[in-house]
């Protein structure tokens, strides 16, 4: 296998190539060994236009069985609120929560936190203190996660910068529960799993009952690489509109920048220079589509590993723009 090191400096040499030259130098082999020699690495579907390119599962549960996505779960989770959106449950991303679902609300909230949008929620700059990383712990174990989101302190005002938090996007997911009368599993088993032929398992549940709207569903690989395709080609797949294609244009332009990977991000998609769209969660877990080259791709990770975006997070973007772009 390839150390850390080795595989890095294989794909910055690999970057050096135009498009053209990188086609020809970096066949399926390459793209197979570079993604082989990554020791967190579960399983990875790469597929170009309707062809499957590479189908590989080195460790891991395999192809077939449902790996959990993590805070991929926040990127489906913003495609729910677009179907929302479209069907008029909830009016458009300029709604309030104080509108939408005011229940939600504690009497002690955080000044500010009714007027937050969808949008506000959506791109993850809520301004209230995170309840990722070290918090994340004191936050699920507390007894009403929402209310404990909507009590944090504010470090910036509705709309500012973004702050990553599953607490913020875990209260959207209520509001798109509360909006639209069906739990986010039925929304999205209906909505996305139906027409994708996907499962949707039940997953974790606050304990209100509302289910966790930002980390902890499980899909397959394949089922992830179903979700990539339909991004790619526009909300659609196999004839079916699946997603607004207006919502999935308006999820690729970006409203904000990641403080720690440095990728813009849209709503709830990062976005890449190289114009990949990429869903990330714990551990290495990756949808990403490309458009303009006809590309989709699914990995899935070690999800008791860290994945940082100076360490295995880069490693998967380096091989993202190197061997898989090169293939186009």
Same mark, same amino acid.
């Given at each position: ?173 209520? +509001?798109? %529960? @509360? /909006?639209?009368?069906? #739990?986010?599993? *039925?929304? &999205? =088993? ?103 080259? +006809?590309? %989709? @791709? /699914?990995?899935?990770? #070690?999800?008791? *590993?860290? &994945? =940082? ?20």
């Amino acid at each position: 296998m390839l150390s850390r090191r080795q595989f890095s400096a294989a794909l910055a040499g690999a970057l050096c190539c135009p498009p053209v030259v990188q086609a020809q130098a970096l066949p399926i082999d390459t793209l197979r060994d570079a993604a082989l020699g990554l020791p967190q690495l579960h399983a990875i579907l790469v597929q170009r236009g309707d062809e499957r390119l590479l189908a590989e599962a080195p460790r891991g549960r395999g192809l077939e069985a449902a790996a959990n996505i993590k805070s991929c779960s926040k990127s489906l989770l913003a495609l729910i609120l677009g179907t929302a959106i479209a069907r008029g449950e909830i009016v458009g991303l300029s709604a309030r929560l104080g509108e939408v679902a005011p229940q939600l609300i504690p009497g002690d909230a955080t000044e500010g936190v009714a007027d937050l949008t969808m949008a506000d929620l959506v791109t993850l700059r809520a301004g209230l203190e995170g309840t990722s990383g070290a918090k994340y712990g004191t936050w699920v174990n507390s007894r009403n996660w929402i209310a404990y989101a909507l009590r944090q302190s504010r470090i910036a005002p509705n709309g500012g910068r973004m702050i990553y938090s599953t607490g913020t996007t875990h209260v959207l997911g209520a +509001a798109i %529960a @509360v /909006a639209t009368g069906k #739990d986010l599993r *039925q929304l &999205a =088993r209906e909505r996305l799993g139906r027409p994708l032929g996907i499962d949707v398992a039940s997953w974790t549940r606050d304990p209100q009952g509302y289910y966790f709207g930002g980390n902890e569903m499980a899909l397959t690989p394949e089922a992830m690489l179903r979700v990539a395709v339909m991004l790619r080609d526009g909300g659609s797949y196999g004839g079916t509109q699946v997603v607004d294609q207006e919502w999935v244009e308006a999820s690729r332009v970006p409203q904000t920048t990641s403080p720690y990977s440095g990728l813009d991000y849209g709503l709830g998609w990062f976005l890449s220079t190289t114009g990949w769209v990429i869903a990330r969660g714990y551990g290495g877990q990756i949808i990403a589509a490309h458009s303009e080259r +006809a590309l %989709a @791709v /699914a990995i899935t990770s #070690d999800p008791t *590993q860290i &994945a =940082r975006s100076g360490g295995y997070f880069g490693d998967l973007m380096r091989l993202l723009d190197g061997p898989i772009l090169g293939l186009s």
